[in-house]
């Protein structure tokens, strides 16, 4: 199938809604075959997807032997995996005096811990074939302190670490890690929210063209970080 992502192999974590779901579906389009992800997935049948379609497939990414597993038959239906795209996501939004420690591990199990196994099993595969592009999903609330927002902020405070660490390990093997910040953007969970328009917000498709842009670039063009907002800036 002709397009930007032809003969490519995508997994998109957190895939089959919202943010995700839009990027999984923009690759598709351009060729690739997806894996989009969640722990809501319905059993994956035997074999990969084709050129230009999206499947699903049951990942916990808390779970470190989910995760393993998850990655393995990727590469056993495919033999490499060109991009991943980590975009599974948890947030509590309290201040930190009304959080609880379980609310807090919660968060950055997911968007945390649960990262850097997926970043891990895909730059062990990625390193061995030769490169490949690992894209992080943060958020504008790495750069911008908000309130109410601390277990959040932190994870993604956390992960433009990881990123610019893994970044640095893997550009000797062709492996290219970027992570993309979008400020609001509307999804299911602004919904029915007192003061939140769309008309305010990025769209899923903006977010989604971004990261297509990244994933279909040659592995000799590093793009460390992008942050897409919409024209209000942070609501």
């Not at 230009?52 to 597993?69: C, F, H, K, N, Q």
């Not at 899923?204 to 800036?233: C, F, M």
Request: charged share 20%; hydrophobic share 45%; with cysteine.
């Amino acid at each position: 199938m002709p397009g930007r992502m032809a003969g490519k192999v995508v997994v998109v974590t957190g895939g089959l809604r919202g943010l995700g779901q839009a990027m999984a579906q923009a690759m598709a389009r351009e060729g690739a075959a997806v894996w989009a992800t969640s722990r809501q997935a319905s059993e994956t049948r035997e074999g990969g997807p084709q050129p230009g379609e999206v499947r699903e497939a049951r990942l916990d990414v808390t779970d470190e032997a989910s995760v393993t597993a998850l990655f393995s038959r990727v590469v056993a239906a495919h033999g490499r995996l060109d991009v991943l795209v980590s975009n599974a996501g948890a947030g509590v939004f309290k201040s930190m005096e009304e959080m609880s420690l379980a609310e807090w591990e919660q968060v950055l199990s997911t968007n945390l811990t649960g990262a850097f196994l997926c970043c891990r099993e895909a730059f062990r595969q990625m390193k061995a074939q030769g490169g490949g592009r690992i894209i992080a999903i943060g958020s504008i609330a790495a750069y911008v302190p908000l309130a109410g927002n601390t277990a959040y902020g932190a994870s993604k405070w956390g992960l433009r670490g990881l990123c610019a660490s893994l970044n640095e390990e893997g550009k000797a093997h062709g492996v290219r890690v970027s992570i993309v910040h979008p400020g609001p953007t509307w999804t299911e969970i602004w919904h029915g929210r007192e003061g939140f328009s769309a008309e305010d917000m990025l769209q899923p498709e903006d977010v989604a063209q971004s990261i297509l842009d990244i994933a279909s670039r040659p592995l000799h063009v590093r793009i460390d970080e992008v942050r897409i907002v919409p024209p209000k800036g942070v609501l």
